[in-house]
Antibody, heavy 117, light 110 residues
Framework: QVRLVQSGAEVKKPGSSVKVSCKAS????????ISWLRQAPGQGLEWMGG????????KYTQNFQDRLSITADESTSTAYMELNFLTSEDTAIYFC??????????WGQGTLVTVSS | QSVLTQPPSASGTPGQRVTISCSGS????????VNWYQQLPGTAPRLLIY???QRPSGVPDRFSGSKSGTSASLAIGGLQSEDEGDFYC???????????FGGGTKLTVL
């Protein structure tokens, strides 16, 4: 049973950056495909990007190509999502999830990021 | 504007069968498998159906999925009050080269 535990809620100023962590337990982290998604208030789910630690570089959706960085630390079984140049439109709950067979089988509990001046 | 189209709401009474539709195109549903997620209020989504019609361990068999052409549907039989929540369809899009989601359907148990 894979468990994903995310870091706590964040409040950020416009123009700043946020880094959210996702620690995995159970299974072989280096072979996991970890995706990051977000959900704006009252809205649906949006895939941002993903990484497979053993294969290295992350992939990003075009919407976030220039200001998103997804990394993984195999030594701590932790994936990270860093989003730069935040605006109020980035206020959302951010989720990490483990992908298998093109489906997201396991999810973190979500991290609320609020961007406000 | 979501790539996949779902009705914004659905409802039924306890014990009823409800179906939620998901419409896409040849670049997504038409050429890839469909997954369904359930999101109960205040919680993270959970996988309900993968590979069009497969249930992960622990998902009751009253949840079923199907796909035909560029559309898919989720059926919930024996509706229960605890089923209330949002349901999302998802698949891979060959043009966007990314997973895409429907806008979600809010299920109300009357």
């Amino acid at each position: 049973q894979v468990r994903l535990v995310q870091s706590g809620a964040e409040v950020k100023k416009p123009g700043s950056s946020v880094k959210v962590s996702c620690k995995a337990s159970g299974g072989s982290f280096r072979t996991f495909s970890i995706s990051w998604l977000r959900q704006a208030p009252g809205q649906g789910l949006e895939w941002m990007g993903g990484i497979i630690p053993m294969f290295g570089p992350a992939k990003y959706t075009q919407n976030f190509q220039d200001r998103l960085s997804i990394t993984a630390d195999e030594s701590t079984s932790t994936a990270y999502m860093e989003l730069n140049f935040l605006t109020s439109e980035d206020t959302a709950i951010y989720f990490c999830a483990r992908e298998q067979q093109l489906a997201l089988f396991d999810w973190g509990q979500g991290t609320l990021v609020t961007v406000s001046s | 504007q979501s790539v996949l189209t779902q009705p914004p709401s659905a409802s039924g009474t306890p014990g009823q069968r409800v179906t939620i539709s998901c419409s896409g195109s040849s670049s997504n549903i038409g050429s890839n498998t469909v997954n369904w997620y359930q999101q109960l209020p205040g919680t993270a989504p959970r996988l309900l159906i993968y590979n069009n019609n497969q249930r992960p361990s622990g998902v009751p068999d009253r949840f079923s999925g199907s796909k035909s052409g560029t559309s898919a549907s989720l059926a919930i039989g024996g509706l229960q009050s605890e089923d209330e929540g949002d349901f999302y369809c998802a698949t891979w899009d060959d043009t966007l080269i990314a997973p895409v989601f429907g806008g979600g359907t809010k299920l109300t148990v009357l």
